[in-house]
């Protein structure tokens, strides 16, 4: 297994808590809400930028339809980068509502990327894995 595999894997598992915590769409209290993961595989672009479809790990859409509602990109250690920020961020937020999940700690770095890139998410949310307890996320 390579360094790149097992990180993948995380995120992948990352990506499924954070869906399963904060958007288990539809659910009794939403039933017109549901949530895509475009990590598991690849099923709803939200857009294009240079060519390329645009997919954030999850996307909530309202139904009937695929009204877009809220999108959300979940970041590991070696993400929180320039070209995550360019690549990803800047033209998803342009598109709708953008969450920003970062490992804790990472928020500073975040917020400076948006700033020096003229970003504007919906907001920035941390995350982190505590033993026994699971998944944590906090709003930054």
């Not at 009204?67 to 990109?73: C, G, K, P, S």
Request: glycine letters at 8%.
């Amino acid at each position: 297994m390579t360094v790149q595999y097992l990180r993948d894997q995380r995120h992948a598992g990352v990506v499924q808590k954070v869906l399963e915590h904060k958007f288990p769409f539809p659910n009794e209290e939403n039933p017109g809400l549901e949530t895509i993961n475009n990590v598991a595989a690849k099923a709803m672009a939200v857009g294009t930028h240079n060519g390329n479809d645009l997919f954030p790990d999850l996307v909530i859409v309202r139904r009937p339809g695929q009204w877009l509602e809220l999108m959300a990109e979940i970041e590991m250690d070696d993400t929180v980068t320039d070209e995550s920020a360019l690549d990803h961020w800047k033209p998803m937020s342009e598109v709708g509502d953008l969450l920003i999940y970062v490992p804790t700690g990472m928020v500073p770095q975040a917020k400076e990327l948006c700033k020096r890139h003229g970003i504007k998410p919906m907001g920035i949310r941390t995350w982190r894995f505590v033993p026994v307890w699971g998944l944590q996320v906090a709003e930054a």
